[in-house]
């Protein structure tokens, strides 16, 4: 897969001939000022969308016309996953004199185009964001930057700059895979329905794919909207398996409401794991509160987060690819049978 580098910056000249406009009202345009018509404010305001145009907000005296920043920019604060991403991506800047500066989207396309917007008005040194589906306004900002960018978490897209993450078909595949081998037949999947949430959607469809190629289809599931939490995660498995009771294996878009899940099950008596399995994915330290051990896989957050930053600090070389993808670890608790050699 061949991915672009980012082009030069763009300046109030491209807008200008990209709208027919000249750059003085241009100017007057994007910084709000003067009186511009209707029509010829569409014009502008079309033409800098469409191009990626961002204004610069620093000072025009700063000889690098670049700010110690590194903006990295994530869909929430409350997801568990996220701070340690956030804990690597600072371990690796702390000695660089790069600061990184959090934006957070929930998850919004159209948040995200703002979030850029502001961002990168400042000229940040680099752009740290996760995921790899994004606006198309949003995309030509970031191509149009002419900083690094790296785009975290996920590496099943088509890339901007450079991707760090996992491949989430794979891991949603192999885990299929380690849940069949240990004989579980009756399979059921709780999550979130997000539309948003393209890497649990990934996942979701490796996992399908790795249980059809055991001839095993997903018997049930139980979807939900909103954040993750353990009640959610007890009222999904007590509404999943009041509908199929007869389901052997649970498998759970994160570890959350996994664990939620699974103090359903002990609460219920279930013979774990005998009588049902249980797994989640992420690999959160949550689990070693837990009474038994979640089976979960690790998304390697921390070291997406170190790879990341050294990228945008210059640290490491960017591969030829553009792709540095780790391997998720299975991590195989106590939630499911082991396998006999």
């Known amino acids: ?105 929930h998850y919004s396309p159209a948040r995200e185009e703002m979030v850029l917007y502001d961002m990168l008005s400042w000229r940040p040194s680099g752009v740290i964001l996760a995921g790899v589906e994004h606006s198309n306004a949003s995309r030509a900002m970031l191509a149009n930057a002419g900083i690094p960018v790296v785009e975290i978490m996920d590496t099943d897209g088509e890339g901007i700059d450079t991707l760090v993450g996992i491949s989430h078909m794979r891991a949603g595949r192999e885990m299929a895979a380690r849940i069949v081998a240990a004989g579980y037949r009756r399979i059921g999947f709780v999550g979130t329905h997000m539309p948003e949430d393209h890497r649990a959607r990934k996942r979701l469809v490796g996992f399908e794919e790795g249980l059809a190629e055991s001839g095993v289809q997903l018997e049930a599931r139980e979807y939900y909207q909103g954040g993750s939490s353990l009640l959610k995660g007890r009222e999904l498995t007590e509404r999943i398996l009041t509908r199929a009771p007869d389901l052997d294996f649970l498998y759970y878009s994160n570890d959350m409401i996994g664990a939620g899940g699974l103090l359903y099950c002990l609460d219920k008596g279930y013979d774990i794991p005998n009588r049902i399995g249980l797994a989640g994915f992420n690999g959160v330290d949550l689990l070693d509160g837990l009474p038994v051990r979640l089976t979960t896989t690790d998304a390697r957050r921390v070291d997406i987060g170190r790879r990341a930053a050294r990228l945008v600090a210059g640290k490491d070389a960017t591969p030829e690819d553009r792709i540095i993808a780790l391997t998720p670890t299975f991590m195989p608790g106590d939630t499911i049978r082991a396998v006999s050699s």
Do not use: C, H, W
Request: no cysteine; charged share 20%; hydrophobic share 40%.
């Open 1 to 105: 897969m061949t991915i672009p580098r980012p082009r030069r910056p763009l300046t109030l000249r491209d807008v200008s001939e990209a709208s027919g406009v000249s750059e003085m009202t241009v100017s007057r345009v994007l910084r709000n000022r003067g009186d511009v018509s209707a029509a010829t404010r569409e014009k502008v305001l079309t033409a800098a969308k469409t191009l990626g145009y961002v204004p610069n907000k620093i000072a025009g005296g700063l000889a690098s016309q670049r700010v110690n920043l590194v903006a990295v920019v994530i869909p929430s604060l409350s997801n568990l996953v996220f701070p340690d991403v956030l804990s690597g991506v600072s371990a690796e800047l702390d000695d660089t004199g790069l600061q990184p500066v959090i934006g957070v989207t």
